[in-house]
């Protein structure tokens, strides 16, 4: 059942990946004390190697805020080819998550190279602003957005798409009207094989004309086609 402008997207609840934890017991015998105590920095740091190597996939960054910092998954450590995803798109001009772009991303490879890195492909296609399913592409302007790039070990690459691109008015819930976008650049950052995202910019060509500046795409799998639903919170990149 195809849902309404107005209700469409549902709020979503961002899926995190879950850190596994591990709570070592430590024997202790009847009236023996430990002389010497734990370091707390030597432990939370063979704390934090065992739980970068019990969470896959993915390579791991350490981002330490001062209160003892956390795990985040930036970079996938396996190739893949996978197929049903989605990406929504929210822009500078128009950051609400209601006016996001929706594409139907049919299939994503990724090859590692040895050293981390390695080749990524894609290709977006439109949807209708009221897509509740990726198989509801919009109709006219550009009907396929190639998107071939090397990542770094980092896992990031930068896409420069070559050429105009139309999205038409049907895909177009800012405006409702057709839009023309030249120097379309993704930053691309591949989390896993089921989370990745980018950071999108352009030049809107056409009437009114702008400049896109860096905002969040979030590709997401999509089962069956049926678009998961989310929320203003899961537009960020990493």
Request: proline share 7%; charged share 10%; aromatic share 6%.
């Amino acid at each position: 059942m195809q849902m309404s402008k107005g209700t469409f997207p549902p709020a979503r609840r961002a899926r995190r990946a879950a850190s596994g934890l591990v709570l070592g017991a430590v024997g202790l015998s009847i009236g023996a004390v430990c002389a010497s105590c734990v370091d707390p920095k030597t432990d939370y740091d063979d704390y934090v190697s065992r739980a970068a190597a019990a969470t896959v996939p993915g390579n791991y960054a350490l981002v330490d805020g001062g209160d003892g910092g956390g795990i985040v998954t930036y970079a996938a450590d396996a190739s893949f080819t996978d197929m049903s995803y989605f990406a929504a798109c929210i822009t500078s001009t128009a950051p609400s998550y209601k006016d996001a772009l929706l594409f139907a991303v049919p299939q994503v490879k990724f090859t590692l190279a040895s050293g981390g890195g390695g080749a990524f492909s894609a290709t977006i296609e439109p949807l209708k602003d009221t897509a509740t399913n990726t198989s509801e592409l919009a109709t006219g302007g550009t009907t396929s957005i190639p998107l071939n790039g090397t990542l770094d070990a980092s896992g990031k690459a930068t896409i420069m798409v070559p050429g105009s691109v139309n999205i038409p008015a049907n895909a177009n819930p800012i405006t409702n009207a057709d839009a023309t976008l030249g120097n379309l650049t993704l930053q691309v950052i591949v989390q896993s094989s089921t989370e990745m995202c980018a950071n999108i910019s352009a030049q809107i060509t056409s009437s009114p004309q702008a400049t896109l500046t860096p905002s969040p795409c979030i590709f997401r799998a999509a089962p069956g086609g049926v678009i998961p639903s989310f929320q203003q919170s899961d537009f960020h990149c990493p």
